[in-house]
């Protein structure tokens, strides 16, 4: 962006957002209550983009921190609205609200990455609002909690001691909430769709279309619940249903032995051992073992869990799902070095994104949820590396959210929406939407083989995403890719 819209400071160790520095660059228009109540102001500033400068109208609303409480604190939310081109989107189209993932993301920041043909394809469909969900990007305030101590590279830990560390460092973090004046019930999946809603009156529409991504379609399909004659269509892609905030590690165990299995049929591993095979080994190897390698003037001790974290954080993203297979047949070669750097990260002092780790505890897991994924972990080549920390910090009294199953899912949605699912994506599967379809009597679902989470700027995705949100029929399908090269 071309200025500075928030300043941090330190408050009781917790990192927050400031006064706007920005506000007296700009005239905004007099404040003005909406019919929730809310406080809203709007004003216009140049943003820098991919595609160049785009002149935008930012909106600034106050809203309660939290609802139910009794607390008069208030967040600021904000969001960017750019205009749709010219001649294409009709007066009367619903403005598309961008919802990024996370939690803890940024939809304005998102949109300044976002790439040029993607934005340009959005912008075709109508007015594209870019929107901060309360305590990311430029709303205020951002909740995050000051670093824990780092753990030294060369020490063997236990689980059990990661476990303790992963545990510590979130009763600190709550301290630090309470300390501040944070009501922490406030940071939820509810109260984000009760933005969404106050965003959209603000606003003066009578309807919006949604654009989400990750965590962005776990937040669009609690909004669709709960205000269903109020979104007009939605595009969900790496779709995390109301029950899937905590993955299931059976899932993401198929789709590594999907990329093992497309990995066995590659002219260049042709006669090396299976990659299931050499990942059980070197698991095998790390636990018994956990060696000591030497980077520059470290000294970094691995385990098992480096090696499990290291495949699930692959999995996020094609781009590291290609070279995978050559990274794991080189560590069986002794190239252990090359786990290094995740072992350093999962070692670091690093700060605590205190949004992501509420919302993601507010939304927790139904009963069932918690038993499957327990069944899950006792024989899960990938264990629960996905999730942690987080499975574990939010099942602590302090944090734990007690659920029926579907208790958000119990009735027929009737939006039109979109849901874009990628056969390699670990942390969003297929098997996600086919449990949501039967809720939602104009859904369709597009499968991409071969694409994991990053799905969006799929050109086929794209494609599909523009037709669907200016009303075209798009078929539910299967797409037909060809695997993608694996390389070095």
């Keep these: 962006m071309t200025c500075s819209l928030v300043r941090l400071f330190m408050l009781g160790g917790l990192l927050v957002a400031g006064p706007d520095e920005s506000s007296a660059q700009t005239t905004g228009s007099p404040w003005q209550v ?26 600034t609303l106050r809203v309660p921190e939290w609802r139910r409480g009794t607390s008069a604190r208030r967040v600021t939310l904000r969001w960017l609205r750019f205009s749709g081109s010219v001649g294409t989107s009709g007066p009367d189209a619903p403005p598309i609200v961008f919802l990024a993932g996370g939690p803890g993301d940024a939809g304005t920041r998102a949109i300044s990455t976002m790439p040029v043909a993607l934005l340009d394809f959005l912008l075709v469909a109508g007015d594209l609002i870019a929107f901060d969900q309360r305590a990311t990007g430029t709303s205020i305030p951002l909740l995050v909690c000051a670093p824990s101590a780092a753990v030294s590279p060369d020490l063997r830990l236990t689980r059990a001691q990661r476990d303790s560390l992963s545990l510590s460092a979130a009763h600190t973090c709550l301290a630090q909430l309470q300390a501040s004046g944070v009501q922490r019930a406030g940071y939820s999946t509810g109260e984000s769709v009760e933005d969404l809603e106050s965003l959209r009156i603000a606003i003066g529409v009578p309807s919006v279309s949604l654009y989400g991504g990750s965590y962005g379609t776990h937040l669009g399909l609690a909004y669709m619940q709960a205000y269903p004659k109020r979104t007009a269509r939605a595009v969900l892609a790496g779709v995390e249903g109301p029950d899937d905030t905590f993955k299931r590690p059976s899932r993401i165990d198929a789709v590594f032995a999907d990329i093992s299995q497309v990995a066995s049929r590659d002219p260049r591993f042709a006669g090396r051992r299976p990659l299931l095979e050499v990942f059980d080994s070197l698991r095998t190897q790390l636990a018994a073992t956990t060696p000591v390698v ?69 939304s927790g897991a139904s009963a069932a949820r918690w038993a499957a994924i327990d069944a899950d972990i006792r024989t899960a080549r990938l264990g629960d590396a996905m999730d942690f920390p987080a499975n574990v910090q939010c099942r602590t009294d302090e ?46 679902h597009l499968v991409v083989p071969f694409q994991s989470h990053g799905l969006m700027g799929d050109p086929d995705v794209v494609e599909a995403s523009l037709r669907f949100l200016r009303g075209d029929h798009v078929a539910g399908a299967r797409l037909i890719r060809t695997a993608p090269a694996f390389r070095q």
């Design 34 to 59: 909406t019919a929730r109540g809310d406080s809203v102001q709007f004003d216009t500033l140049s943003v820098r983009l991919r595609s160049g400068e785009r002149v935008a109208v930012r909106g």
């Design 294 to 362: 030497t980077v520059g003037s470290s000294e970094i001790r691995l385990d098992a869990f480096d090696l499990q974290r290291f495949v699930t954080d692959a999995l996020g993203e094609q781009r590291t799902i290609v070279t995978l297979p050559s990274q794991l047949y080189a560590m069986a070669e002794g190239k252990l070095e090359l786990l290094a750097p995740t072992a350093m990260r999962l070692r670091a002092a690093r700060p605590l994104n205190a949004m992501n780790l509420l919302v993601n505890c507010a």
């Design 399 to 444: 944090l734990r959210s007690a659920r029926a199953a579907g208790s958000t899912r119990s009735k027929a949605v009737p939006v039109p929406v979109l849901f874009i699912s990628g056969t390699w994506d670990g942390r969003t599967p297929v098997a996600n939407v086919e449990e949501l379809l039967a809720t939602f009597t104009f859904g369709r």
